[in-house]
C-alpha cells in the first residue's frame, strides 16, 4: 500500500524559512516524479512544485520560483520542499503527491499524503 | 501559467447525470490529452477520478467519466448518489482549475 507522510509544517512569521518533507513507502520511489500541491483554507487547489524521478527534471509554479526549492533522497524514500521568504499568502496545506506515470511528471497524481498545515504570520 | 475555468458550483437529484467542464486553450488543454480530474470531500486529501482525459484508475467507479472537445474537458457522473457530493477540480500538468462544488440535492 502506497503511504505518503508530509511533516515540517508549522507556525513561521513572515519571511521565514521552512523545510517540509514528505516521507514514502510502498512502491519504488526513485522511479517516479514526485509534487508538491497547496490549499490555503477554504480556496481551491494549487500546484507548486514537482520532481521527476532521478531528479533530472523540476518544475516551479510562478508564484513561487526562487523562493522554494524541491529535492529527493531517494537513499531515504523522502522528497523534500525548501521553502524561503514565506509571507500570508503562503498559507496553506501542503500536500505530497506521487505521479502515475514511471519517471516522467505527467501531471496525474494517483497517491495523496494528508497534507502538512504551513501557516505564515507574526 | 494557463488558467483553467470552471463552474463553481453544479447540483443535481440522486439517479440524475452532471457533467462539469473546465475550459483552457489550446496550449494546454485543447493540444495535449493530459486532463485529470479529481474528487475531494471536506477535510480530506483529493482523490484520482480520471486521467488522459478518459481513464479511469482503477477502483473508481464506471459512472464517472471523462471526455474532451476542443479546448474544453467534461466530467460527468452518472446515477448521481449522495457520496458524490463533493469538490472537483480538473487538472493540467502544472496547473488545476477552480473547482467546482457538487451538490446532491
Known amino acids: 500500500e502506497v503511504q505518503l507522510v508530509e511533516s515540517g509544517g508549522g507556525l513561521v512569521q513572515p519571511g521565514g524559512s521552512l523545510r517540509l518533507s514528505c516521507a514514502a513507502s510502498g512502491f519504488t520511489f526513485s522511479t517516479f516524479a514526485m509534487s508538491w500541491v497547496r490549499q490555503a483554507p477554504g480556496k481551491g487547489l494549487e500546484w507548486v512544485s514537482s520532481i521527476s524521478g532521478g531528479a533530472d527534471n523540476v518544475y516551479y509554479a510562478d508564484s513561487v520560483r526562487g523562493r522554494f526549492t524541491v529535492s529527493r533522497d531517494d537513499s531515504k524514500d523522502t522528497v523534500f520542499l525548501q521553502m524561503n521568504s514565506l509571507s500570508a499568502e503562503d498559507t496553506a496545506i501542503y500536500y505530497c503527491?506521487?505521479?502515475?506515470?514511471?519517471?516522467?511528471?505527467?501531471?496525474?497524481?494517483?497517491?495523496w499524503g494528508q497534507g502538512t498545515l504551513v501557516t505564515v504570520s507574526s | 501559467q494557463s488558467v483553467l475555468t470552471q463552474p463553481a458550483s453544479v447540483s443535481g437529484s440522486p439517479g440524475q447525470s452532471i457533467t462539469i467542464s473546465c475550459t483552457g486553450g489550446?496550449?494546454?488543454?485543447?493540444?495535449?490529452?493530459?486532463v485529470s480530474w479529481y474528487q475531494q470531500h471536506p477535510g480530506k486529501a483529493p482523490k484520482l477520478m480520471i486521467y488522459?482525459?478518459?481513464t479511469r484508475p482503477s477502483g473508481v467507479s464506471d459512472r464517472f467519466s471523462g471526455s474532451k472537445s476542443g479546448n474544453t474537458a467534461s466530467l460527468t457522473i452518472s446515477g448521481l448518489q449522495a457520496e458524490d457530493e463533493a469538490d472537483y477540480y480538473c487538472s493540467f500538468p502544472g496547473m488545476f482549475g477552480g473547482g467546482t462544488k457538487l451538490t446532491v440535492l
Open positions: 503527491a506521487k505521479d502515475l506515470a514511471v519517471r516522467v511528471y505527467s501531471g496525474s497524481y494517483i497517491s
Open positions: 488522459d482525459v478518459v
Open positions: 489550446s496550449r494546454d488543454i485543447g493540444g495535449f490529452n493530459s
